[in-house]
């Protein structure tokens, strides 16, 4: 007959052979690759194609904006971080391109774009003054394309009305922009 010593011996071992056995499991998951993980998709480019952004609404609802247009008209997205220090900087200089949606008869849709959740970011835009659409894409992940819109702020792209990433910037070479649109047909 064992002794109670005995006995919660061999339990502690069996114990102690779990725990190996669970920490070695654990160890080969973070080493081999992650077969469901969607790999990062690259990045936008200057000649790319972008038809539509979807993202929500400050009431929470999902809303499509079409980049193509048909109208002749460039679209100038404005991507920023209520939280990015540059972004703090550069935004009111923002509100003053976005005031006029037509110049010299051309349009111009301005969007602000984050991927902040909709009320910081309506938030942010209202203190600025911006007077342009916000749209949060706050869904999006690494392995989605549109996602290289957002993942550097500030940050300004400009498309044409078929939807054509043209020109993109960073968020403080506003002169830079403002002269890609008018190339166009209109002003950021």
């Known amino acids: 007959m064992e002794t ?3 006995r919660f011996a061999k339990v502690l071992l069996a114990l102690l052979l779990v725990a190996i056995g669970v920490q070695g499991a654990l160890l080969l998951s973070r080493t081999l690759p992650e077969s469901d993980a969607a790999a990062p998709v690259p990045a ?3 000649g790319d194609t972008v038809y539509a952004l979807a993202g929500e609404t400050a009431a929470g609802s999902t809303t499509v ?6 109208t002749g008209s460039a679209t100038v997205l404005y991507a920023f971080h209520p939280e990015c220090a540059y972004c703090d900087s550069i935004a009111p200089a923002w ?3 976005a005031a006029s949606d ?3 008869g ?8 984050t991927m902040d959740l909709p009320e910081p970011a309506l938030a942010y835009a209202a203190h600025f003054g911006w007077k342009m659409d916000v749209l949060s894409m706050s869904r999006l992940t690494p392995a989605d394309r549109d996602y290289s819109l957002l993942a550097k702020t500030p940050w300004i792209f400009v498309f044409d009305s ?7 910037t960073h968020g403080t070479d506003l002169n830079l922009a403002e002269d890609a649109v008018q190339r166009l047909g209109g002003a950021p």
């Open 44 to 46: 936008l480019g200057v």
């Open 102 to 104: 037509v110049v010299g």
């Open 162 to 168: 078929s939807g054509v990433l043209r020109f993109q």
């Open 65 to 70: 904006i079409p980049l193509v247009t048909g």
């Open 95 to 97: 509100s003053r391109y």
């Open 106 to 113: 051309a349009s111009v849709r301005r969007v602000a774009v």
């Open 4 to 6: 109670r010593n005995a």
